[in-house]
């Protein structure tokens, strides 16, 4: 029973342009959400995160945001870049709970 | 320099030998982790521990052993008794609540021939 899901296993978006990444959460406990960001044959680094006490964090060129009635967060990221390319993972976590990660979305921003 | 490490990067094993994943940090962090990524199927947990010499089973422990003897050292032991051993493991640690940021190792693939 997945717990956390990334719905879209890729996504292809411009450069310059926005890209969108959606998760989708069915634990109700869950009150830190964070994003992380994998370059293959890496471990992930940590990119942003939000608590479940606000709707909206804000990062330079990233923001998440949270919809806790949906069970719903997106991050988003504006302008994209090469550089962004990689595998985004979403993950969710209930006071000191391990992270429950979802499967990832494979971002490629095109030149 | 504050960071997780995890040795060696690349790992090759005979079917049937067990191996040791080495993880180690120096960010005084009490809780330390063990993923498995697959292709497809996102990040895995497979032991964890929120303290020395304690540890719990995550998700997919079946066939993995860990110890915690020490707050830096939290090897995996990969034992013969576990199928599909070929994957990429991560090691994480993490200091306390509200702080629920992971740190990430760099990752070891382990290939069983």
């Known amino acids: 029973d997945q717990q956390v899901k990334q719905n879209s296993p890729s996504l292809s978006v411009q450069e310059g342009r926005i890209s969108i990444l959606n998760c989708d959460y069915t634990?109700?406990?869950?009150?830190?959400f964070l994003w992380y960001k994998k370059y293959p044959a890496e471990g992930p680094t940590f990119l942003i995160s939000?608590?479940?006490?606000?709707d909206k964090n804000e990062d330079g060129r990233f923001t998440v945001f949270l919809n806790k009635s949906a069970k719903h967060l997106s991050l988003h990221i504006v302008p994209s870049q090469p550089g962004d390319s990689a595998v985004y993972f979403c993950?969710?976590?209930?006071?000191?709970?391990?992270?429950?990660f979802g499967k990832g979305t494979r971002l490629s921003v095109i030149a | 320099d504050g960071g997780i490490t995890q040795s060696p990067k690349y790992l090759f094993r005979k079917e049937g030998q067990n191996v040791t994943l080495s993880c180690e940090q120096n960010?005084?962090?009490?809780?330390m982790y063990w993923y498995r990524q697959d292709p497809g199927q996102g990040l895995r947990l497979i032991y964890y521990?929120?303290?020395?010499?304690?540890?719990q089973k995550g998700d997919i422990a079946e066939g993995y052993s860990v110890s915690r003897e020490k707050k830096e050292s939290f090897p995996l032991t990969v034992t013969s008794a576990q199928k599909n051993p070929t994957a990429f493991y991560l090691c994480?640690?993490?200091?306390?609540?509200?702080?629920?940021?992971?740190?990430f190792g760099p990752g070891t693939r382990l290939t069983v021939l």
């Open positions: 634990n109700s406990m869950f009150d830190y």
């Open positions: 993950a969710a976590s209930s006071g000191n709970t391990p992270l429950v």
């Open positions: 521990s929120q303290i020395v010499n304690d540890f």
């Open positions: 994480a640690c993490k200091t306390g609540a509200p702080y629920n940021e992971q740190f």
């Open positions: 939000i608590s479940s006490i606000k």
């Open positions: 960010l005084n962090h009490d809780a």
